[in-house]
């Protein structure tokens, strides 16, 4: 049934149609209520596709990210589909899985889907063609992770502090032998908290040694071989600064499968573990909000979409440390 047949069946114009549908102009009471009973009659449902194509725009958000299963990410996923279903918009996710190239996929799919803005929590690849989708007229929002010289709005924590204070949290514990797992250095998250931890050594004037760094990837896979690389060394760390939540997850797996006491080790974690505080072990966290970073997101996301053109946002949250009890 098309918009036509409505408004004959109900013996007013398409344009009263419309109106009705989008509850925009005036329209009679009684006029609204003819107007529903006959769309509830047939239970008509507009075609959304040619409607986006008439007024230019498809009410609908791209949204991608590194690791949907990370619960960090999912928070601040559900957190902006909350604000976007109040303003009427759709989210499209798709899940990178830290793969450049099915990043780069996801990009053209989601353009191609004309969507009215986009979030990402990048690779750290792909910097021409983010700049181009930019450059097109969509809304472009860098989530959790920035480019350095692309000018688009961002929305990040502070990882060099939060990551020094994590590792001055060890030093006041006595511990100068502290192992570093950190993410892959395409991604500047992963850049900003090997900095922070560097400074913090260095400027207790204990200086940072290659034996003592594992370069992860943000998946728990890494953690694991980070502890029994750690394992193996003469004199093994007896701390250690993890730089995500699952490769932290991972280095308990490891001490566990290599019979190590999970409580044998200091370990402070940026992010938190779900059920961590059900574990029985020395383990401090860089604690995140990933609600705030997604409402805050989500404000950004409706100024853009309400065409208010102020200049380039670059917002910052503070991470903060909770201790082991």
């Known amino acids: 049934m098309t918009i036509k047949d409505v408004a004959k069946e109900a013996g007013v114009s398409t344009a009263t149609i419309s109106r009705v549908m989008n509850n925009s102009g005036y329209v009679s009471e009684d006029i609204k209520q003819q107007v529903l009973e006959v769309i509830r009659k047939f239970n008509y449902q507009p075609n959304a596709i040619a409607r ?15 690791d949907m299963a990370n619960p960090y990410f999912m928070k601040i996923a559900r957190t902006i589909q909350h604000r976007c279903f109040q303003l009427g918009y759709h989210l499209l996710f798709i899940d990178t899985e830290e793969n450049p190239e099915k990043e780069r996929e996801a990009l053209e799919f989601l353009t191609e889907k004309r969507v ?4 990402l929590a990048g690779t750290g690849e792909n ?11 969509i809304h472009v929002i860098l989530a959790d992770r920035r480019f350095s010289n692309l000018k688009l709005d961002t929305v990040t924590e502070d990882n060099i502090y939060a990551s020094k204070s994590a590792i001055e949290h060890l030093l006041e514990k006595k511990h100068t032998r502290i ?5 892959p250095k395409t991604i500047s998250t992963a850049r900003e908290r090997r900095q922070g931890a560097i400074i913090g050594l260095e ?10 760094m594992f370069e992860g990837d943000y998946t728990r896979e890494s953690g694991i071989e980070a502890i029994r690389y750690f394992s193996q060394l003469p004199d093994r760390p007896t701390a250690i600064f993890s730089a995500n939540n699952e490769m932290t997850f991972g ?22 573990l779900e059920f961590s505080s059900l574990f029985h072990h020395n383990l401090s966290v860089i604690m995140q909000n990933p609600q705030e970073l997604g409402e805050t997101i989500g404000d950004l996301l409706i100024k853009r979409l309400n065409g208010e053109a102020d200049s380039v946002q670059n917002r910052i949250l503070m991470p903060h440390l909770v201790p082991s009890k």
């Open 179 to 183: 192992g570093i797992i950190n993410g």
């Open 52 to 66: 986006s194509l008439k007024q230019e725009k498809s009410r609908s958000v791209g949204i991608v990210l590194p």
């Open 203 to 212: 400027e207790a004037g204990i200086t940072p040694t290659n034996e003592f």
């Open 116 to 119: 009215e803005a986009l979030i």
């Open 251 to 272: 280095v308990y797996l490891g001490l566990q499968e290599l019979g190590i006491p999970l409580e044998s080790i200091e370990v402070v974690s940026f992010g938190n």
């Open 127 to 137: 910097r021409d063609q983010i700049q181009a989708i930019s450059d097109s007229g």
